[in-house]
């Protein structure tokens, strides 16, 4: 066959691996126009959000090739729970893959190795650690050697640059493939790169010639709200109980908090209040990582309270929320995190609480690290974006999307949009805060903190606001108009927009910076929200929580939920059987269709989606059992009730 006539059936070839495999009717987005082009050969750069379908596009072309008899497709991963995860559903779906990393032994890793070069495999997924190895690229080039070698993917790529949130010095050595395995296509993935770093990643991985294929980063059943943090816990507690409670409990959840200290404190007290709370932490035993790992990613219900050492690679796709109790490092990496909630495509949460010591802790780590000053200012830029979304009067998400390089309308699905502040122009007060600290300053010849400079303004003689004599200048009492919650929010408003310089080294002092001038001369205005005593609650936006929907959105009857609870416990079943996941089995989404269109025998489950051939022929007839038990106890209780 010739190349062109080839190519002309690789849609088809690829539509077909998709509906067979893994059970789905169409390709989503762009996943099509990839797969086509990894599939024949291409090399490609995608970026796809998170819960977008970033497997497909190496997994098919993985199966496309190896029929074709170009050989193993090695995918690169940074964690040996996602590798475990993602073969574990290859292997249900009857895809031959496996792993090899530091969890087998070494007599399993030498049998893995021969099955590898007996061609028995389609995938393999490595550490990039492992990859660099002399024994693997020996491997490797033996295979390369018989053009054995079909395809190498590279998930989690923001790693290779040292501008993203996760950089990993060790994802530096796979510029190697391009090297040493010429002609062998590659095709490298994020869910998470601005500019400067989809560069990095074109010009350390040496994909200069490959494709780039950016989908858009809108995430719309995902709700963002950033709040004033006030009670910190206390608002997380409220705002679970209020927009995450279940009769039967609460949805599982992600919380984020900065230090191992906080992860602690927080999980502990949620666990007082009632919820299912597991801490997550660097400092923890490899094990005990794990366990909680794996708990989450088994049970229902769970909440994870971690640092940023948790989330990478997680597949769960019911994470109804994500929480942060202490600000991100940077916007990618409240992107990457956030993303982590409703990859099922179900509605989501994304809640933050962001105070002024959010800003002054993100700027001093800032300043403190050994890094060159180019990397400090990259970094700068990075958390100012993020800054700005967090003091946004405006559309979150617009602004969001902006800084990846995407226009959008606003979105009605975050706070800003469904609850409009109002705004009232504080432009006068600016100037008087700016001019307090400029004669604080002036008049005792050294700087102070904010509590200070607020007590100063608000005409509050405190012991130390009489010892220095600072209730004789012109700027004391003349902000007795603004509350301290106003005064904080503007203070905070001011440093992120660097009129305002927070010393971390000096007690977190304050003194005016550059930007401030433009501000006391009046030719930058600056809008502060008005104070409400309203508390508006922004219940999720699912139209019936807690009702299981169909596919086509229409809640199921009674009889359907009881076939639903069935299924999810036969679900269970399987999934301890298999130490493997829940959704791993069958998502959410295909019991749901299961239960809504009731099937009678095995040929009524073709179509549905989540269920290819392997796992119809596998699980089939035992679901159609628990079907009929089901629905057999629906009868006998209507029965007893004269109905």
């Known amino acids: 066959m010739s190349v062109n006539a080839s190519a002309g059936k690789t849609p088809a070839v690829c539509a077909a691996v998709l509906q067979d495999v893994f059970g789905y009717d169409a390709f989503r987005?762009?996943?099509?126009?990839?797969?086509?082009?990894?599939?024949?050969?291409?090399?490609?750069?995608?970026?796809?959000?998170?819960?977008?379908?970033?497997?497909?596009?190496?997994?098919?072309?993985?199966?496309?090739?190896?029929?074709?008899?170009h050989g193993l497709t090695v995918v690169v991963s940074p964690l040996i729970a996602l590798m475990h995860d993602q073969v574990g559903a290859l292997l249900q779906a009857g895809v031959a893959a496996?792993?090899?990393?530091?969890?087998?032994?070494?007599?399993?890793?030498?049998?893995?190795?021969?099955?590898?070069?007996?061609?028995?495999?389609?995938?393999?997924?490595?550490?990039?650690?492992?990859?660099?190895?002399?024994?693997?690229?020996?491997?490797?080039?033996?295979?390369?050697?018989?053009?054995?070698?079909?395809?190498?993917?590279?998930?989690?790529?923001?790693?290779?640059?040292?501008?993203?949130?996760?950089?990993?010095?060790?994802?530096?050595?796979?510029?190697?493939?391009?090297?040493?395995?010429?002609?062998?296509?590659?095709?490298?993935?994020?869910?998470?790169?601005?500019?400067?770093?989809?560069?990095?990643?074109?010009?350390?991985?040496?994909?200069?010639?490959?494709?780039?294929?950016?989908?858009?980063?809108?995430?719309?059943?995902?709700?963002?709200?950033?709040?004033?943090?006030?009670?910190?816990?206390?608002?997380l507690l409220r705002f679970i109980r209020e927009r995450h409670s279940q009769p039967n409990g609460h949805e599982a959840g992600i919380v984020y908090c900065q230090s191992r200290k906080r992860v602690q404190e927080v999980a502990a007290l949620l666990c007082e209040a009632g919820l299912q709370a597991l801490p997550y932490h660097a400092g923890f035993d490899a094990a005990v990582r794990q366990r909680h790992q794996d708990r989450?990613?088994?049970?229902?219900?769970?909440?994870?309270?971690?640092?940023?050492?948790?989330?990478?690679?997680?597949?769960?796709?019911?994470?109804?929320?994500?929480?942060?109790?202490?600000?991100?490092?940077?916007?990618?990496?409240?992107?990457?995190?956030?993303?982590?909630?409703?990859?099922?495509g179900e509605a989501a949460n994304a809640w933050m609480a962001y105070g002024l010591q959010d800003v002054v802790n993100q700027r001093r780590m800032i300043d403190e690290s050994p890094a060159a000053d180019e990397f400090k200012q990259v970094q700068r830029g990075k958390l100012d974006a993020l800054l700005s979304l967090a003091e946004a009067s405006d559309c979150r998400r617009v602004r969001l999307l902006a800084y990846f390089g995407e226009a959008s309308a606003p979105c009605m699905n975050c706070d800003n949009c469904l609850l409009p502040p109002a705004l009232d122009d504080a432009t006068e007060s600016a100037r008087k805060l700016l001019s307090c600290i400029y004669r604080v300053q002036q008049a005792s010849g050294m700087a102070f903190g904010a509590g200070h400079i607020t007590d100063i303004l608000r005409g509050k003689r405190t012991e130390k606001v009489s010892q220095h004599g600072h209730d004789k200048l012109s700027t004391f009492g003349i902000g007795a108009d603004l509350g301290e919650t106003q005064w904080r929010a503007l203070l905070r408003q001011l440093i992120a927009r660097e009129a305002i310089q927070v010393n971390a080294a000096h007690f977190n002092t304050l003194t005016l910076a550059e930007a401030a001038?433009?501000?006391?001369?009046?030719?930058?205005?600056?809008?502060?929200?008005?104070?409400?005593?309203?508390?508006?609650?922004?219940?999720?936006?699912?139209?019936?929580?807690?009702?299981?929907?169909?596919?086509?959105?229409?809640?199921?009857?009674?009889?359907?939920?009881?076939?639903?609870?069935?299924?999810?416990?036969?679900?269970?079943?399987?999934?301890?059987?298999?130490?493997?996941?829940?959704?791993?089995?069958?998502?959410?989404?295909?019991?749901?269709?299961?239960?809504?269109?009731?099937?009678?025998?095995?040929?009524?489950?073709?179509?549905?989606?989540?269920?290819?051939?392997?796992?119809?022929?596998?699980?089939?007839?035992?679901?159609?059992?628990?079907?009929?038990?089901?629905?057999?106890?629906?009868?006998?209780?209507?029965?007893?009730?004269?109905?």
């Open 29 to 69: 987005g762009p996943q099509a126009e990839i797969v086509s082009h990894v599939s024949t050969g291409g090399d490609a750069l995608v970026l796809m959000p998170t819960g977008g379908g970033k497997s497909l596009c190496y997994q098919v072309p993985a199966i496309v090739r190896a029929r074709a008899g």
């Open 98 to 235: 496996a792993f090899l990393n530091s969890s087998l032994s070494s007599e399993a890793a030498q049998a893995l190795e021969k099955q590898v070069l007996r061609g028995e495999l389609t995938l393999l997924y490595v550490a990039p650690e492992r990859l660099s190895t002399a024994r693997f690229l020996a491997l490797l080039d033996a295979l390369h050697q018989r053009a054995q070698l079909a395809l190498f993917a590279i998930d989690e790529a923001h790693c290779v640059s040292q501008w993203g949130h996760d950089f990993r010095p060790e994802y530096r050595a796979l510029e190697l493939l391009h090297q040493r395995f010429a002609g062998v296509p590659r095709v490298a993935l994020t869910a998470t790169a601005d500019e400067i770093t989809r560069a990095d990643i074109v010009t350390h991985l040496q994909l200069q010639a490959a494709r780039c294929f950016v989908s858009s980063f809108d995430r719309p059943n995902i709700r963002y709200t950033i709040v004033e943090k006030k009670d910190g816990t206390q608002q």
């Open 296 to 344: 989450f990613l088994r049970e229902d219900g769970l909440i994870m309270v971690a640092t940023i050492a948790f989330g990478m690679g997680i597949d769960k796709p019911d994470v109804r929320f994500v929480a942060h109790l202490d600000m991100p490092k940077n916007i990618e990496a409240y992107y990457q995190e956030t993303g982590r909630a409703g990859r099922d």
């Open 517 to 643: 001038r433009a501000i006391l001369k009046g030719q930058a205005p600056v809008w502060l929200r008005r104070a409400s005593e309203k508390k508006a609650v922004l219940r999720s936006s699912r139209a019936s929580k807690g009702v299981a929907t169909a596919p086509d959105g229409q809640p199921l009857s009674l009889g359907e939920r009881e076939c639903l609870a069935a299924l999810k416990v036969w679900r269970t079943e399987q999934a301890r059987a298999h130490n493997l996941p829940a959704f791993v089995i069958l998502h959410d989404s295909t019991l749901r269709a299961i239960a809504a269109r009731q099937p009678q025998t095995v040929a009524d489950l073709d179509g549905i989606a989540g269920l290819g051939q392997r796992k119809r022929a596998a699980y089939g007839t035992e679901l159609l059992r628990v079907l009929g038990t089901a629905r057999g106890s629906d009868d006998r209780a209507l029965g007893e009730i004269g109905v």
